[in-house]
């Protein structure tokens, strides 16, 4: 089920944080790992329980504000997960081909503002239907 691979997934994630620190490029991805795990933490803790309460109840009992908001936190929670794993392959790209550059890219305040970049854009796009604009 999806719980199981999240669970899965996010300890898989806690147990790479005990790889060796030799090499800047393990720290680059550890930084990047580190918000996909607490995306898919929060998933796990916000979004499924309620996905489990709609199936077993065959319908939607939690009121009219988390019918908005559980599907906010699902959807912005998908597109920081996929984001972040799009940096990751990004990350190894570049570290790859472009070795020469790769330390001007990758320092801490971009490693940050890239981090910070999936969270705003992904909940952002959400806007429009956490507010009725779109998307009923």
């Known amino acids: 089920t999806v719980s199981e691979i999240k669970v899965a997934n996010i300890s898989w994630r806690h147990a790479q944080r005990y ?9 680059v991805n550890y930084f990047f ?16 329980p309620f996905s489990a309460s709609r199936f077993i ?3 939607w009992i939690h009121g009219t504000v988390l019918c908005k908001l559980v ?7 998908v597109g920081v997960s996929l984001l972040s794993i799009a940096m990751i392959t990004i990350n190894r790209f570049i570290m790859i081909t472009r070795t020469s550059v790769y330390s001007k ?4 305040v971009w490693i940050g503002a890239m981090i910070v970049f999936c969270w705003v854009f992904s909940y952002s796009m959400q806007m429009p239907t956490l507010f009725g604009v779109w998307g009923r």
Do not use: E
């Not at 580190?34 to 979004?47: E, P, T």
């Not at 890219?105 to 801490?108: G, L, T």
């Open 57 to 59: 109840h065959g319908t």
């Open 33 to 48: 790992d580190r918000g996909l795990c607490v995306a898919d933490f929060i998933f796990c803790i916000v979004v499924l």
């Open 105 to 108: 890219i990758y320092k801490r």
């Open 71 to 77: 599907p906010f936190m699902r959807y912005g929670n």
């Open 19 to 27: 790889v060796a620190w030799g090499s800047r490029m393990v720290q």
